[in-house]
């Protein structure tokens, strides 16, 4: 009777508990190394399956001049796809700047000024790899060290945030020579700190909004056929109405947390945040008390205020050294009852960026300057 060794499973439960000991920054390091392992391979599986499958008008192998040619189609299709998504950053830049505000909405003007300055030196980058394992966690762009050396400056580094537009998606997480993984804000690792703000820049979220579905009502022409004229007279005259931006007014500010799956794609883009105060003044006005949003400075006479409304704007704050302040991250979409006893706020938000799971192009900025 021959006897069963149990050396071999032995040997992989030692090296399956060795695997979940690994530190994160080592494990980050062989993944981008089994991608780059995996290269080859997939390589190999596009040559066999150009070689099995007929090519173009019934041919039984696919002509080398048609290959060519559809690199090529490929490589221009997406030239002109960074060159949109980098005249989109730009508009967005400009619409920034030419919003007209109160004399007395200094706030307001300094934030679109600090928003302009953190934005207008950024590096295009196009989403080229996700593993399904990490769908919400990470996601690899094509932007690296050789971008720092043709830009001449460096602004792909480790802690860079990346937008889209103005809106916050991650942190970069490691750079490599030509490739760097980013980190999404749905990780429920990443805590950016954020301050509820309304007024002004709840039209700029409004009119962002609009700006994305008007670039894409021409393609539906054909669809709207007659009522495409009107619904772009109305979409015009609403921009009109809300483009000059009102008066700003801060909040309570908290951290944000991602509240993704573990595993494979999350269901929502929704955001949890917790620790929403104002127990402490700042440079946006005294502490206020958390239920009634009275000011705890006797010596100033304010009115009281919500310390949180559905649709505030959470904007970053700068406080956690990472992210530049007011990057816009989300809407607020619902807000906990404050249980009694309890300091602080939680909340439930909406991220402002596009879906994350149809992400294609991003935008890399420098990092935050540590004095």
Not at 227 to 254: L, V, W
Not at 258 to 271: D, E, F, H, I, V
């Amino acid at each position: 009777m021959r006897r069963i060794s149990y050396r071999s499973y032995f040997a992989l439960g030692v090296s399956l508990v060795l695997a979940l000991c690994l530190p994160e920054q080592t494990c980050q390091h062989l993944r981008a190394s089994s991608v780059a392992l995996s290269s080859p391979i997939w390589k190999s599986c596009g040559l066999c399956r150009e070689v099995l499958f007929a090519g173009p008008c019934g041919q039984k192998h696919s002509d080398g001049e048609y290959e060519r040619l559809q690199i090529e189609n490929d490589r221009l299709r997406c030239q002109i796809d960074r060159i949109c998504q980098w005249l989109e950053q730009q508009e967005h830049l400009d619409s920034l700047g030419m919003i007209q505000v109160d004399q007395g909405a200094s706030k307001l003007t300094q934030s679109l000024k600090s928003t302009i300055d953190a934005t207008k030196q950024f590096a295009l980058g196009r989403v080229v790899f996700r593993e399904p394992a990490s769908w919400s966690q990470f996601i690899w762009v094509d932007v690296g060290e050789e971008t720092n050396r043709v830009l001449g400056v460096k602004v792909v580094c480790k802690n860079s945030p990346v937008v889209v537009g103005s809106a916050l998606i991650g942190v970069v997480e490691t750079v490599g020579k030509h490739r760097s993984c980013v980190r999404l804000i749905t990780d429920g690792t990443l805590c950016p700190s954020v301050r509820a703000v309304r007024g002004g820049l709840q039209g700029q979220v409004l009119l962002d909004h609009l700006n994305g579905i008007m670039r894409q009502l021409p393609l539906q022409k054909h669809l709207l056929s007659d009522e495409y004229d009107k619904i772009s007279e109305m979409f015009a005259m609403i921009k009109s109405r809300i483009g000059t931006a009102g008066e700003i007014s801060y909040a309570a500010k908290g951290f944000l947390q991602g509240c993704s799956a573990p595993l494979w794609r999350c269901r929502n883009q929704k955001l949890n945040g917790y620790g929403f105060q104002w127990d402490f003044p700042d440079t946006e006005g005294p502490a206020r008390e958390i239920s009634s949003g009275k000011t705890l400075d006797l010596h100033a006479e304010l009115d009281s205020i919500e310390l949180l409304r559905v649709g505030d704007v959470l904007v970053t704050t700068g406080f956690d050294g990472v992210f530049p302040p007011h990057l816009k991250v989300a809407t607020v979409s619902k807000i906990c009852p404050l249980i009694r006893g309890e300091p602080t706020y939680s909340i439930e938000a909406q991220m402002i960026a596009a879906n994350l799971h149809d992400l294609e192009f991003v935008q890399v900025l420098p990092p935050v300057e540590m004095d």
